[in-house]
């Protein structure tokens, strides 16, 4: 069974310590969060897990950019070792969002199959909302949602600049409303139908694929 990780909304600078996004700082933001999870969760049947972060970063000379540090690590060890997953799926809402496209950048890891940003900074320039500017270094399939009204959609305009000659395909989706909504909001629906149907849609290839090989493995096996 594929994992998901729903990265939930967080703050970028938390008191005022430059270069660190933490997030949630007070348990889940807002029904929002949980009812995202809760439905992703009921309409795949894929498991999810939504952590907490606390980032920090540090200056790389020879990229002369900010790097976060490595918080996702803990997420494959977690999925692979405890868990025993071998597909992961990033899904992260507004500061979430810049935290999972940002630590693909420096920390990808192939059983990710799949990265959904919503409503994320990710063109903004700061270590941890850099990722449109790197996005050719992201070797997944992604889904970019964004508010047609949120200042932060610059970032999808980038983001496909980017990854204009690479190979990996990038799928975007823009929903009427600006940058937050609450899950009685047309808007969520709309958006979570849309994560919903785009991760079974590009899941289905890789559990197609466990399939055949169990079954292989099964006639190799019968006598």
Known sequence: MPLVCYVPPGELNPGGLSGRIAGPLGGWVVGRDYE???RINEKTGF???SPCYD????????EKRGIPASWIRGVYRYAKEKM???FLYLVGFS????????????????????LVVISGP??????????AFYADRINVRTLLVYGKRDGYNRGVDKWMETTRQSKTRVDKLYYE??????ERDSSFKLVTNAVVDWLKKIAWPAGALTLRKRRKHTR????
Do not use: F, N
């Not at 980032?55 to 020879?62: N, R, V, Y």
């Not at 409303?177 to 609450?182: A, F, I, K």
């Open 84 to 86: 025993k997953h071998r």
């Open 95 to 114: 500061g979430g969002g810049a935290v999972a496209s940002s630590q693909l950048v420096d920390y990808p890891d192939k059983m990710v199959q799949g």
């Open 55 to 62: 980032i920090t970063s540090h200056w790389e000379p020879e």
């Open 177 to 182: 409303g600006g940058h937050d909504y609450g």
């Open 36 to 38: 995202m999870c809760r």
């Open 47 to 49: 498991a999810v897990y």
């Open 220 to 223: 190799a096996r019968s006598p």
């Open 122 to 131: 990710v063109a903004e320039g700061g270590p941890h909302t850099s990722a």
